[in-house]
């Protein structure tokens, strides 16, 4: 099992830049694909970033492509979200989660086939 821990989140000023860390337990983080996605209230979880196992891939949905990036340092069992640019519209909650799927060859883009989740942390972006 994998226990996610986001982090990072606040108020930031429209054309800000945050920086979301997931930190996770356990000694297989680098067995996991990364994923972050984001929710607002009363609204379906969105995709928004993926990262492979070693860090050489990632997959940007097209809605935050050129402003936000994800990394990982495995050595430290984190991965991030720099988030640049960053706009009223961004303001929800944003989630990290964990894809254990070991035969994964495409990232995926859907909520359900994440097998564990952080707690969420709030991203408030003012005008």
């Known amino acids: 099992q994998v226990q996610l821990v986001e982090s990072g989140g606040g108020l930031v000023q429209a054309g800000g830049s945050l920086r979301l860390s997931c930190v996770a337990s356990?000694?297989?983080?680098?067995?996991?694909?990364i994923g972050w996605f984001r929710q607002a209230p009363g609204k379906e979880r969105v995709f928004v970033a993926a990262?492979?196992?070693?860090?050489?891939?990632?997959y940007v949905a097209d809605s935050v492509k050129g402003r936000f990036t994800t990394t990982r340092d495995n050595a430290k069992n984190t991965a991030y979200l720099q988030m640049d640019s960053l706009k009223p519209e961004d303001t929800t909650i944003y989630y990290c989660?964990?894809?254990?799927?070991?035969?994964?060859?495409?990232?995926?883009?859907?909520?359900?086939?994440?097998?564990?989740w952080g707690q969420g942390t709030q991203v408030t972006v003012s005008s």
């Open positions: 989660a964990a894809d254990g799927n070991e035969l994964r060859r495409k990232f995926s883009t859907l909520p359900g086939e994440y097998d564990y």
């Open positions: 356990g000694r297989t983080f680098n067995k996991y694909i």
């Open positions: 990262i492979n196992w070693t860090g050489s891939s990632t």
